[in-house]
């Protein structure tokens, strides 16, 4: 028994999380109480979205009959998506069954900050960012497995290929998706001189995808109700000025909060990078990009969100109240911009291999998050949308960490290091919520 707790505790403590944060919160909150609400032949209500308002016609097909019939599943099935992410993550990244890096991974599952998948109501974001997520990473085991020219059962195809479909009914998931099967395939017909019909397949079904989102009237029909709503003067922006207000959300979402994903990120590459006795500079610098994602937070920099959410009132103007030539707003930018050249530099510089195409696919990888996040900017929803789209950009960040990790060979102490520095992370970022709602907690005490 005590053995078997020692090689699982890591996924006995996601299902516990993940039991924990689908039972607590209440699945029909935001947009759920619209689809739950919604009357009438399922397949006409989802012509009229299609045609309205979105090409996300599976998910929610899938969304209206769980709350319409059993909202209670919705707990079930998102407990379950949680854990699938965490095991298709160590299927990808841990070849070695390490219980180490399973506690890793383990600790980064809780590190994420789950309530961003509240902004829309729990069961409407969590269905179309986390399920998608989940289903997205799940559809990759059978893709790495060929690439490593590993044997697999075929009967995961009956899984993996509707996991594929349904994650990709997401845009950010389809986009992500797409570019990642266009390097696995190109790799794989450079490795072996032939295509894979399973790799082939897998991209031809996300190109489908992509096909109907960019051809459904009601992405296009959506947009001008969004600039009316939520950025009457979107418009108003050129090119670059989109360009900047992306870069300047999406590092928000990492620099200007807490970002405890982030933070454990830098610290694990600047442990790995000493580890890896780099030259002095290399390793100053990481050090500097982990202390940057401490102290940044708490220095208002990327104060743009929280402008807009002040002045974004009906009827009233955004771009007049954001202050857009502000020194902070140009030094976020520049923060900005630093964060990503240097990660890249740092993460080609971590990877020992002399394969050049694993050595520019983990850089390659990094970016592809960030530009998840970063292609919001073409979108009115820009900043409604909220911290619930950064989802995919947070976890490529966390698949990051078994790369980056498996540079060195680690000792029992390395290890005990590193576990011993995500936890007093977890610690930090608990004692900074109770701090933040402490006046919440206190009124449930019964204190002033």
């Given at each position: 028994?005590?053995?078997f707790l020692?090689?699982?505790?890591?996924?006995?403590?996601?299902?516990?999380?993940?039991i924990?944060?689908?039972?607590?919160?209440?699945p029909?909150?935001?947009?759920?109480?619209?689809?739950?609400?919604?009357?009438?032949?399922?397949?006409?209500?989802?012509?009229?979205?299609?045609?309205?308002?979105?090409?996300?016609v599976?998910?929610?097909?899938i969304?209206?009959?769980i709350?319409?019939?059993?909202?209670?599943?919705?707990?079930?099935?998102?407990?379950?998506?949680?854990?699938l992410?965490?095991?298709?993550?160590?299927?990808?990244?841990?070849?070695k069954?390490?219980?180490?890096?399973?506690?890793?991974?383990?600790?980064?599952?809780?590190?994420?900050?789950?309530?961003?998948?509240?902004?829309?109501?729990?069961?409407?974001?969590t269905?179309?960012?986390?399920?998608?997520?989940?289903?997205?990473?799940?559809?990759?085991?059978?893709?790495?497995?060929?690439?490593?020219?590993?044997t697999?059962?075929?009967?995961?195809l009956?899984?993996?290929?509707?996991?594929?479909?349904?994650?990709?009914?997401?845009?950010?998931?389809?986009?992500?998706?797409?570019?990642?099967?266009?390097?696995?395939n190109?790799?794989?017909?450079i490795?072996?001189?032939k295509?894979?019909?399973?790799?082939?397949?897998?991209?031809?079904?996300?190109?489908?995808?992509?096909?109907?989102?960019?051809?459904?009237?009601?992405?296009?029909?959506?947009?001008?109700?969004?600039?009316?709503?939520?950025?009457?003067?979107y418009?108003?922006?050129?090119?670059?000025?989109?360009l900047?207000l992306?870069l300047n959300?999406?590092?928000?979402?990492?620099?200007?909060?807490?970002?405890?994903?982030?933070?454990?990120?830098?610290?694990?590459?600047?442990?790995?990078?000493?580890?890896?006795?780099?030259?002095?500079k290399?390793?100053?610098?990481?050090?500097m990009?982990?202390?940057?994602?401490?102290?940044?937070?708490?220095?208002?920099?990327?104060?743009?969100?929280?402008?807009?959410?002040?002045?974004?009132?009906?009827?009233?103007?955004?771009?007049?109240?954001?202050h857009?030539?502000?020194?902070?707003?140009?030094?976020?930018?520049?923060?900005?911009?630093?964060?990503?050249?240097?990660?890249?530099?740092?993460l080609?510089?971590?990877v020992?291999?002399?394969?050049?195409?694993?050595k520019?696919?983990?850089?390659?990888?990094?970016?592809?998050?960030?530009?998840?996040?970063?292609?919001?900017?073409?979108?009115?929803t820009?900043?409604?949308?909220?911290?619930r789209?950064?989802?995919?950009?947070?976890?490529?960040?966390?698949?990051?960490?078994?790369?980056?990790?498996?540079?060195?060979?680690?000792?029992?102490?390395?290890?005990?290091?590193?576990?011993?520095?995500l936890?007093?992370?977890?610690?930090?970022?608990?004692i900074?919520?109770?701090?933040?709602?402490?006046?919440?907690?206190?009124?449930?005490?019964g204190?002033?």
């Amino acid at each position: 028994m005590k053995e078997f707790l020692k090689k699982h505790l890591p996924l006995i403590i996601v299902i516990i999380f993940a039991i924990t944060v689908s039972t607590i919160f209440n699945p029909l909150t935001g947009d759920a109480l619209v689809f739950s609400n919604l009357k009438g032949d399922i397949f006409t209500l989802l012509k009229s979205r299609w045609n309205g308002t979105t090409s996300r016609v599976i998910l929610e097909f899938i969304l209206i009959n769980i709350l319409r019939n059993i909202p209670f599943l919705w707990r079930i099935i998102n407990a379950f998506m949680i854990v699938l992410l965490y095991k298709s993550m160590n299927k990808i990244l841990n070849r070695k069954d390490d219980l180490f890096i399973k506690y890793v991974l383990a600790i980064f599952m809780l590190l994420y900050t789950y309530l961003d998948m509240s902004s829309a109501g729990w069961s409407a974001t969590t269905v179309n960012y986390l399920w998608t997520l989940s289903l997205g990473v799940f559809s990759l085991i059978l893709i790495v497995n060929i690439l490593r020219g590993e044997t697999y059962n075929k009967k995961i195809l009956i899984l993996t290929i509707p996991s594929l479909i349904i994650s990709t009914n997401q845009e950010q998931c389809a986009a992500l998706l797409f570019g990642f099967l266009c390097l696995f395939n190109l790799y794989y017909f450079i490795k072996n001189k032939k295509l894979n019909i399973v790799l082939i397949t897998y991209l031809l079904i996300t190109i489908l995808s992509l096909v109907v989102i960019l051809i459904c009237p009601g992405n296009f029909n959506r947009v001008d109700n969004e600039i009316y709503t939520w950025f009457k003067d979107y418009k108003e922006l050129g090119l670059f000025d989109k360009l900047l207000l992306s870069l300047n959300n999406t590092f928000d979402m990492l620099l200007g909060r807490c970002n405890y994903v982030f933070m454990g990120f830098y610290m694990i590459l600047s442990y790995i990078l000493y580890k890896l006795k780099k030259d002095k500079k290399i390793v100053f610098t990481s050090i500097m990009l982990t202390i940057g994602t401490i102290v940044i937070p708490f220095m208002n920099i990327f104060r743009i969100n929280n402008l807009y959410k002040l002045y974004h009132i009906e009827g009233d103007l955004v771009l007049p109240n954001l202050h857009l030539e502000a020194l902070s707003y140009k030094a976020s930018i520049l923060l900005s911009v630093g964060y990503i050249l240097l990660t890249v530099i740092l993460l080609y510089i971590v990877v020992k291999s002399k394969d050049k195409w694993i050595k520019l696919f983990i850089p390659i990888m990094f970016l592809a998050g960030i530009i998840s996040r970063f292609i919001l900017g073409f979108s009115p929803t820009l900043y409604a949308s909220s911290y619930r789209t950064g989802i995919f950009m947070n976890f490529i960040i966390i698949m990051l960490v078994p790369i980056v990790i498996s540079m060195v060979k680690l000792n029992n102490k390395d290890k005990r290091n590193i576990l011993i520095g995500l936890i007093s992370l977890f610690i930090f970022k608990w004692i900074l919520l109770v701090w933040s709602y402490r006046s919440k907690i206190l009124g449930i005490l019964g204190g002033k």
